[in-house]
């Protein structure tokens, strides 16, 4: 009996030292726009380049980062995930934690891949003690940051959103849906010492201005702009 008591005391305070380990700020952006299902477009390699100059890279002229709290780790989780956050990474000397998720000719199974690597990065990412306290960045696939159709279907233990995953579905203002032709916001959410429940959400709007006039800025919801001459993706 005691040895029992024991174990379960243990188990309960793993459990209690897990729950109090999450970052405490994530940085959320989806991958650049893309050329196919392997790369990004050249208006995708210009954002890539974009970012590091100005918000994600080391000395980045409006860096989301302060001396005090500079970007810990580097998540990404497919090739256009992973290709826009390179220079940026590059730039602090650091490796992209990556969570593969490599294109298949089977939809359904990539999908599913899709939905079991975003799992497991939340679950490091709120739990990891190495990432308790620090800045976080997450480079996603953007229907598995915010998505209607997959909340709706996944809920609770079976969540496959951050939007879910990272509750930030108790928080005013957090879109329940990324848009298809918004590659150009931050999603940043702030939680407080100690807990893995968030406490502010803020979406913050990447905008290069001259340096890469090319590179869409479009609103929230509104269209981009590029067209079948852009090379990019529709």
Known sequence: MW????????????????????????????????????????????????????????????SLFTEDAPPAFFFAMTLH???????????????????SA??????????????DRTREAAGNILNNPALKG???????????????VLDDKYQREAAVTLRQLFHLDILPGVPRQWPEDNYDYFWIVDFPKNSNVPSKFEMVKQE????????PANDWGEPNGLDANSGCEK
């Open 134 to 148: 620090k800045t976080v960045v997450m480079v996603w696939e953007h229907k598995h940051i915010a998505d209607k």
């Open 3 to 62: 040895i029992r008591l024991a174990i379960s005391a243990a188990l309960l305070a793993a459990s209690v030292t897990a729950a109090f380990a999450a970052p405490s700020r994530i940085v959320i952006l989806r991958g650049g726009e893309t050329a196919d299902d392997w790369k990004l477009c050249e208006t995708g390699q210009q954002r890539a380049q974009a970012l590091k100059y100005n918000y994600l890279g080391k000395d980045a002229a409006k």
């Open 102 to 115: 490599l294109p298949q000719d089977n939809e359904k199974a990539f999908t599913e891949l899709l939905h």
């Open 81 to 99: 995930t992973a290709e826009l956050a390179a220079p940026a990474v590059q730039s602090w000397n650091k490796p992209v934690i990556f969570y």
């Open 208 to 215: 290069f201005g001259k340096s890469f006039p090319n590179v």
